[in-house]
C-alpha cells in the first residue's frame, strides 16, 4: 500500500523557522512531482511549493523567498524549509505527490495522485 507520511511543523513564532519532510513509500515505480499544499480555517487548499523530478521548482508568490523546497529522489522524499514564518502561514500542509503505480493485472504504470494526512503548523505573534 502507498503512502505519504510527514514530519515537522508545530508550533513556533513568527520569525521562526520550521522543516517538513514527506516520505513515499509502499509499492511504485517512481516519483513525479511533489509538493506541498496547505489549508488554513475557512480557507481553500492553495499550493505552497512543488518540485519536479528534475528539480524545477514553483512557490506561491506569498512564501517566495522565505520557503525552499528540495527533494531527495532517491529516499521519495520532500522536504519544504520555511524561514522568516508570519503568523498568516499558519495552517495544516499536506504533501502531494504524483507516483508512478502498477496498474491492472498487467501491472502497468499509471501517476497517481497521493496526499499526507497533514501536519498542522501554528505560527503565533
Known amino acids: 500500500q502507498v503512502q505519504l507520511v510527514e514530519s515537522g511543523g508545530g508550533l513556533v513564532q513568527a520569525g521562526g523557522s520550521v522543516r517538513l519532510s514527506c516520505t513515499a513509500s509502499?509499492?511504485?515505480?517512481?516519483?513525479?512531482?511533489m509538493g506541498w499544499y496547505r489549508q488554513a480555517p475557512g480557507k481553500q487548499r492553495e499550493l505552497v511549493a512543488s518540485?519536479?523530478?528534475?528539480?524545477?521548482?514553483n512557490y506561491a508568490d506569498s512564501v517566495k523567498g522565505r520557503f525552499t523546497i528540495s527533494r531527495d529522489n532517491a529516499k521519495n522524499t520532500v522536504y519544504l524549509q520555511m524561514n522568516s514564518l508570519k503568523p498568516e502561514d499558519t495552517a495544516v500542509y499536506y504533501c502531494?505527490?504524483?507516483?508512478?503505480?502498477?496498474?491492472?493485472?498487467?501491472?502497468?504504470?499509471?501517476?497517481?495522485?497521493?496526499w499526507g494526512q497533514g501536519t498542522q503548523v501554528t505560527v503565533s505573534s
Open positions: 509502499g509499492s511504485f515505480f517512481s516519483a513525479n512531482g
Open positions: 518540485a519536479t523530478r528534475g528539480g524545477i521548482t
Open positions: 502531494n505527490a504524483g507516483l508512478i503505480v502498477p496498474y491492472g493485472s498487467r501491472r502497468e504504470p499509471y501517476e497517481y495522485d497521493f
